[in-house]
């Protein structure tokens, strides 16, 4: 089974408009991370967002959120008031265990952004 | 940004030969990874490093070495390219620190990239 999980076809969204990206994750162990990156078509990885396990509010940084729900385990990204340089891929990613530093990566949503 | 640097930038090699790609960094993170990126697998971990020659295999450490003789470098060698190793590869650093709180691993930081095309 796949550990991450991320099927949603290419994303558009208008600008100024809210996105949400899915994610779905599967593991047995009850420490883990969920980390989104940006990946524009320049090339370079951007870390955007980390939400740990034992969290009790979901994550924020700027116009991200990340949405979680553990029961489900899903770890949808939320970006909020589009712009246009959002268009990109965004991964999903999750470690697993807390002496564990390795990351899984799903194989990532693109997301275009339309003026 | 962290300072993480991977030399070359780009690669033509031809198969058969061998090809070491080098990854620098300035931070001092314990950790250093090598990933591939390919259309359709996101990214897949090859090897990793969590000290001075302290090395693992990660999901697709075939066909791959790798070698950490100082913190800041982290070297992977294809000893005998072949055209399924054609790729874009990314080298990254973590810290990790070990905290009585759950949240102990930090995120990972990313080099810009290696393309490697294998003819």
């Known amino acids: ?115 | 940004d962290a300072g993480i640097t991977q030399s070359p930038r780009h690669k033509v090699t031809e198969t058969g030969t061998p090809v070491t790609l080098r990854c620098h960094q300035t931070e001092n993170h314990r950790y250093m990874y090598w990933y591939r990126q390919d259309p359709g697998h996101g990214l897949r971990l090859i090897h990793y490093s969590y000290g001075v020659k302290d090395t693992d295999k990660g999901e697709v450490s075939d066909g791959y070495s790798v070698s950490r003789s100082k913190t800041e470098d982290f070297l992977l060698t294809l000893e005998s390219a072949t055209s399924s190793q054609t790729s874009v590869y990314f080298c990254a650093i973590s810290e990790s620190v070990v905290l009585d709180t759950p949240r102990d691993l930090l995120e990972q930081y990313f080099g810009p990239g290696t393309r490697l095309t294998v003819t």
């Open chain 1, 1 to 115: 089974a796949q550990k991450i999980t991320q099927t949603q076809p290419g994303m558009f969204v208008q600008e100024k408009e809210a996105v949400t990206l899915d994610c779905t994750y599967d593991t047995s162990d009850p420490s883990y991370g969920l980390f989104w990156y940006k990946q524009p078509s320049s090339g370079e990885m951007i870390f955007l967002i980390y939400q740990g396990s034992y969290d009790q509010q979901n994550a924020t940084e700027g116009r991200y959120s990340l949405n979680f729900q553990k029961a489900r385990k899903s770890a949808n990204l939320v970006i909020s008031a589009s712009q246009l340089g959002d268009s990109a891929m965004y991964f999903c990613a999750m470690r697993e265990g807390r002496a564990n530093s390795k990351l899984t990566f799903g194989k990532g949503i693109t997301l275009s952004v339309r003026p």
